[in-house]
């Protein structure tokens, strides 16, 4: 499974953008997707992740009420929009593939990872 992400840019705070994360592959609804980002000296958190029908979703709590992770298996793509972004929301963010149960929150459980989109909100 190959991912790409996309959609990153610079935005003012309080503004909103989609993050899209394009995949190949006929298995794409057996995968999890999560996303996960990595600010500066910090380490890679989990940001949101969609089960593979689209059916259950988890966020996490510093961008729950905020973000909203999609998916659309016929264009084998999952998207994030982003809305009332912060400062703090500044970072890389990846897409990954992973086929747990359940929606893991922790990135040695996915198996294939995107090149990352930049994401940088000024205030």
């Known amino acids: 499974v190959q991912l790409q992400a996309s959609g990153g840019g610079v935005v003012q705070a309080g503004g909103s953008l989609r993050l899209s994360c394009a995949t190949s592959?006929?298995?794409?609804?057996?995968?999890?997707i999560g996303w996960f980002r990595q600010a500066p000296g910090k380490e890679r958190e989990f940001v949101s992740g969609?089960?593979?029908?689209?059916?259950?979703?988890h966020y996490a709590d510093s961008v729950k009420g905020r973000f909203t992770i999609s998916r659309d298996n016929a264009k084998n793509t999952v998207y994030l929009q982003m809305s009332m972004l912060e400062p703090e929301d500044t970072a890389l963010y990846y897409c990954?593939?992973?086929?747990?149960?359940?929606?893991?929150?922790?990135?040695?459980?996915?198996?294939?990872w995107g090149q990352g989109t930049l994401v940088t909100v000024s205030s």
């Open positions: 990954a593939a992973g086929q747990t149960i359940l929606i893991a929150t922790t990135a040695r459980y996915y198996n294939y």
């Open positions: 592959g006929r298995t794409f609804s057996s995968y999890i």
């Open positions: 969609v089960s593979g029908n689209g059916g259950v979703t």
